[in-house]
């Protein structure tokens, strides 16, 4: 998991980051942060349909546990953009 915080945001590397949260979700597929922070690096990447796939991901752990903020930051980035 910290690999991918460092690639994300300390070397600004979301190709690196993804692998990284990818890896993590492999050994533990409901890891709540790292889903959250692969549809991060996926946004920042530009890839809105994979990122939208894991967001809404995101948004069923959010629901499922109360987490009001990140539901309000996903629902902003599940928005339609023009």
Do not use: C
Request: proline share 4%; no cysteine; glycine share 4%.
């Amino acid at each position: 998991m910290q690999a991918g915080l460092t690639a994300m945001y300390e070397r600004n590397d979301a190709r690196a980051a993804v692998a990284r949260f990818q890896d993590v979700l492999a050994r533990q597929p409901f890891h709540y942060g790292a889903r959250f922070q692969l549809a991060k690096a996926l946004d920042a990447m530009g890839q809105r349909s994979e990122a939208a796939e894991q967001w809404t991901k995101v948004l069923a752990a959010a629901q499922l546990i109360g987490d009001s903020a990140t539901i309000r930051q996903v629902q902003e980035r599940l928005r339609p953009r023009p």
